[in-house]
């Protein structure tokens, strides 16, 4: 079974709408990121959680929220979706520092807004 | 600021070597990698270096570390189809933050 899953994989939606992306994790990790992937423009951190109470914005959080309800959990919403949030979303966890901070990645969720 | 550049597109011939390049600005980074997305999937970490290194090996895959110039590359040899893939360069940042900054991605075409 796969460490990192993502859900939906694929989601279509009309600009206006809500949307949340959700991510779990089996590795235990305390630490989980969300990033978007454009062509060209490589993976841009939106948010990243250390732990269930420790949410911290990302270079690009302008129209996203988050939640980390438990600590294999981290979820991304889209309050009101816009073309422009069309993109490659990933989620991403790591262990806590001592280690080498390798992030280990879930398959990614294509969501196209119209 | 911190910030990891590379070229966008690199095409070689079935087994050749393929040297993908990057450059970083953060002459702090403690941590370096190399991660491969194939189509349709997540990034996986192919390798990584610690900045007291210059050099790791790893089978076909050699990675160098220039920090005087703030290079990193990754050296495939024998190239296969199966390595057609983007790569991406990523620095641990310097903040506490455990945070990845990531380039651009390489994309690499593998001719048979």
């Known amino acids: 079974d796969a460490d990192v899953t993502q859900t939906p994989r694929n989601r279509i939606t009309k600009t206006g709408k809500r949307i949340m992306l959700e991510c779990s994790q089996t590795?235990?990790?305390?630490?989980m990121y969300w990033y978007r992937q454009d062509p060209g423009l490589g993976l841009r951190l939106i948010y990243y959680?250390?732990?269930?109470?420790?949410?911290n914005k990302g270079e690009i959080s302008d129209g996203y929220s988050v939640s980390r309800q438990a600590q294999a959990k981290f979820s991304l919403s889209l309050e009101s979706a816009i073309p422009n949030q069309t993109a490659l979303y990933f989620c991403a966890t790591s262990d806590s520092p001592g280690h080498t901070y390798e992030q280990y990645f879930g398959p990614g969720t294509r969501l196209t807004v119209t | 600021g911190e910030d990891v550049e590379q070229s966008l597109f690199l095409s070689v011939r079935e087994g050749d070597s393929s040297v993908i390049n990057c450059t970083y600005t953060?002459?702090?980074?403690?941590?370096l990698y190399w991660y491969k997305q194939e189509p349709g999937a997540g990034l996986q970490l192919l390798t990584y270096i610690f900045s007291n290194m210059d050099m790791k090996q790893d089978q076909r895959l050699t990675v160098l570390l220039n920090k005087k110039d703030k290079h990193l590359s990754l050296r495939i040899a024998d190239t296969q189809t199966g390595d057609s893939a983007i790569y991406f360069c990523a620095e641990k940042s310097s903040s506490n933050t455990g945070k990845l900054i990531f380039g651009q991605g390489t994309t690499l075409q593998v001719k048979p």
């Open positions: 959680s250390f732990d269930v109470k420790d949410i």
């Open positions: 953060d002459s702090s980074s403690t941590y």
């Open positions: 590795k235990g990790h305390d630490r």
